[in-house]
Structure formats: structure tokens, C-alpha cells
């Protein structure tokens, strides 16, 4: 049974600090194209940050560079986020998928066809 299991959400204020977990059950990240997407209400999803374990090339959207921190821990087949420097903004339910990164003949560091994605976890940022 293959499962992907998100945590690590929570309450924090503006310029806090979370680390979000998605440990996988049933098979290995190996190269797999797996990312953190966020969305928030009223708000469309987007590809926050993604990892190919295997090479570790990382991709992060402009919004995060320099405060986030994609990582994974093969002994663990769990891909970590580190987020830092949190803003208002980093409000969303995060949740981690994973899956091909190919499309259109093209490699990508997200994943392009989700084929397994974790329950989402709340990220809230607020005074």
C-alpha cells in the first residue's frame, strides 16, 4: 500500500520557522520528480519546491529562494521542507506529491503527472 504522509504544519508567526515532513510508505522516492505544493484559498496551487532524490537537483519558485530548503533523507524515504523567514503570504494547506517528471520529451524537477500525492498539512502564518 503505497502512502504518503505530510506533517509538520502548524501556527506560526511571521518570521518563524516550520519544518514539513513527507515520509513514503510502499516504494522509494529514487527518481521520482517529488515536490511541496501549496494552495490557499481563493488561491491557485503552485509547485513551492521539488527534488529528485536520486541527483538531488531542487527547484524552488522565486516567492521562496533563500528561505525555504528542500532536502531528503534516503535512510528515511522522507523529503523534507524547511521553510525559514515565514511570511503571511506562506499561508496555505502544503501537501507533498510525487511522480514523472517527463513531459513533452522534457525532465523536470517537478513532478509533471502526480502519481501519488500526501493528505495536505496546514501551514498558518499570523501575529
Known amino acids: 500500500d503505497v502512502q504518503l504522509q505530510a506533517s509538520g504544519g502548524g501556527l506560526v508567526q511571521p518570521g518563524g520557522s516550520l519544518r514539513l515532513s513527507c515520509a513514503a510508505s510502499g516504494f522509494t522516492f529514487g527518481n521520482y520528480a517529488t515536490g511541496w505544493f501549496r494552495q490557499a484559498p481563493g488561491k491557485e496551487r503552485e509547485g513551492v519546491s521539488c527534488?529528485?532524490?536520486?541527483?538531488?537537483?531542487?527547484y524552488y519558485i522565486d516567492s521562496v529562494k533563500g528561505r525555504f530548503t528542500i532536502s531528503s533523507d534516503r535512510s528515511k524515504n522522507t523529503v523534507y521542507l524547511q521553510m525559514d523567514s515565514l511570511k503571511p503570504e506562506d499561508t496555505a494547506l502544503y501537501y507533498c506529491?510525487?511522480?514523472?517528471?517527463?513531459?513533452?520529451?522534457?525532465?523536470?524537477?517537478?513532478?509533471?503527472?502526480?502519481?501519488?500525492r500526501g493528505q495536505g498539512t496546514q501551514v498558518t502564518v499570523s501575529s
Open positions: 506529491a510525487t511522480g514523472s517528471g517527463y513531459k513533452g520529451g522534457s525532465y523536470y524537477t517537478c513532478p509533471q503527472h502526480i502519481e501519488y
Open positions: 527534488i529528485t532524490v536520486n541527483d538531488g537537483v531542487t
